[in-house]
């Protein structure tokens, strides 16, 4: 099975709809979301809209902090910014949409898979996996041998040996890399609806279950309409800008 990773959609229709296509033409056959599907973008709706009819046919999908802002508690750790898109993205859903935000699980296993929007450690607290204590840290949480993540908005790969070192890189974008099961492996997959690399263009990952290998994709979209259509829904300018942030 070849499964397609994306977090971090952030209400971006736009990226959402690119991704989806590329990994049908990769030939995906199931779909990982890691949470964060709404906030900053203009397309909250069409967006839940999208996930939860994946997840009626059989994708994963956990919530991020976003999710649990709009459809509960907004966090005091949350930046302005996105707790001034908090009410109006609220506005834009239906009862049923904030149902599903809220009854998302934090985290989701299958087998040796785990998916989980922060970290495997301490998923309710939102702490970012930036560097390698903090992804070993999560890899010693489960006993998953992947463990897939979002949040950091960056893409990027972390693995641990049988010397319990933990090593990492910047993947290639479409290079495969082997994950075989005789490591631990944390996979950042960057974020579909908003990268913050100086690229524009969607991030996601895939992963052949079978062959154990992952990749990194970077798909162009028209990130100039996603960004018109934050401005016309009256959103800060900066979220806006921040789409083509080159």
């Known amino acids: ?11 971006n229709r736009e990226a959402l709809e690119a991704v989806l296509e590329h990994a049908q033409r990769l030939g995906c056959e199931r779909h990982a979301f890691l949470g964060d599907h709404v906030g900053y973008g203009a397309d909250p709706q069409w967006v839940v809209a999208c996930v939860r009819s994946l997840v009626a046919q059989g994708a994963f999908a956990v919530k ?14 949350m ?3 996105a707790r001034d898109v908090i009410a109006w993205t609220r506005a834009q859903l239906g009862a ?15 087998r040796e898979m785990l998916f989980v929007h922060a970290n495997a450690f301490a998923p309710a607290l939102w702490e970012y996996v930036t560097g390698r204590a903090a992804a070993a840290r999560s890899m010693r949480a489960t006993d998953c041998i992947y463990t897939f993540c979002g949040h950091v908005h960056l893409p990027r790969l972390f693995y641990q040996g049988a010397d319990a ?10 290079m ?5 099961a005789h490591r631990r492996w944390l996979v950042l997959p960057g974020s579909a609806g908003q990268p913050r690399d100086g690229n524009p263009a969607a991030c996601y990952a895939s992963f052949d279950t079978t062959q154990r290998v992952l990749a990194f994709h970077r798909v162009a979209y028209d990130h100039e309409t996603a960004a018109a259509k934050v401005q016309a829904a009256g959103l800060p ?10």
């Open 96 to 110: 049923d949409d904030l149902r599903f935000l809220q009854d998302l699980p934090l985290v989701q296993a299958e």
């Open 176 to 180: 495969p890399v082997p994950a075989p």
């Open 79 to 81: 930046v302005s910014t």
């Open 165 to 174: 070192h933990c090593l990492d890189f910047v993947p290639t974008s479409d």
């Open 1 to 11: 099975m070849r499964l397609a990773l994306i977090a971090d959609i952030h209400a």
């Open 64 to 77: 991020g902090n976003h999710d649990v802002g709009v459809a509960g508690k907004v966090s005091s750790r």
């Open 237 to 246: 300018d900066m979220l806006a800008t921040r789409l083509a942030d080159v």
